[in-house]
């Protein structure tokens, strides 16, 4: 079985932090590269973060740049997403994700998606 299940996601602020997770299961994490995406109301889902499978590259969306930070912990088969000053435009449910052509393209699209975490972002 090739899943993942996200978690870290709830209610803050604007200009809070939240530390998303993402495990994985059923595969070698370690020869894939892994991203984030999320998906708005009435939006289209749309690529955050892509780390590549060593951890050496990274690619982040320009709306989260020096924002967002995406790292991966392949020992423990798990991503995840530092997401500091957040703003109520980063509401989303957010999703990890392999990329299949590697993070050369933050657009790309994205297989083997996970059930999504609820970050909501309000005073």
């Known amino acids: 079985q090739l899943q993942f299940v996200e978690s870290g996601g709830g209610l803050v602020q604007p200009g809070g932090s939240l530390r998303l997770s993402c495990a994985a299961s059923?595969?070698?994490?370690?020869?894939?590269?892994i991203g984030w995406f999320r998906q708005a109301p009435g939006k289209e889902r749309e690529g955050v973060s892509c780390i590549n499978n060593s951890g050496g590259s990274t690619n982040y969306a320009d709306s989260v740049k020096g924002r967002f930070t995406i790292s991966r912990d392949n020992a423990k088969n798990t991503v995840y997403l530092q997401m500091n000053s957040l703003k109520p435009e980063d509401t989303a449910v957010y999703y990890c994700?392999?990329?299949?052509?590697?993070?050369?393209?933050?657009?790309?699209?994205?297989?083997?998606w996970g059930q999504g975490t609820q970050v909501t972002v309000s005073s």
């Open positions: 059923g595969f070698t994490l370690d020869y894939y590269a």
């Open positions: 994700a392999v990329y299949p052509e590697g993070c050369g393209d933050i657009t790309a699209q994205g297989d083997y």
